[in-house]
């Protein structure tokens, strides 16, 4: 008959083998992967990395103003509207008191603030 903590033992040594193996593993395809692109070291491929969002970053700001429909000053001024529009539009049980958190309907004291 088969004990429950023999069982219990073959199936921590399996768990063991699998850990290793798995690390082993990860261990060559990382090894891979640097190969593939150059053998580059960790320091390397995130410098390149962060030098790749910066550009992108900034050709996007670059495109976007290039692109832009209306002039700084105008947009200010649309969003300023459009916001004075949503505040007196907005239901009561969702009013602010200023901040960014909501009043609540009743008593028209934030659930957030002490009293």
């Known amino acids: 008959m088969v004990n429950v ?8 040594d399996l768990k063991d083998q ?9 261990g060559e395809g990382r090894t891979q992967v640097r190969a593939a ?3 580059h070291s960790d320091g ?5 990395f962060a030098l790749g969002m910066l550009l992108g ?5 670059a495109i976007s103003l290039l692109f832009t429909p209306m ?3 105008e947009a200010r001024r649309k ?4 916001v004075d529009k949503m505040r007196t539009t907005e239901p009561a049980e969702f009013a602010t008191n200023g901040s960014s958190r909501p009043m609540s309907a009743v008593g028209g004291q934030s659930p957030y603030v002490s009293s």
């Open 18 to 26: 699998a850990s290793k193996r798995a690390a082993v593993l990860l």
């Open 79 to 82: 969003i300023g509207e459009n």
């Open 37 to 39: 692109v150059g053998g």
């Open 44 to 48: 390397t491929l995130l410098g390149a």
């Open 57 to 61: 970053a900034l050709i996007g700001a």
């Open 5 to 12: 903590k023999d069982l219990q033992d073959v199936v921590d």
């Open 71 to 73: 002039s700084g000053q």
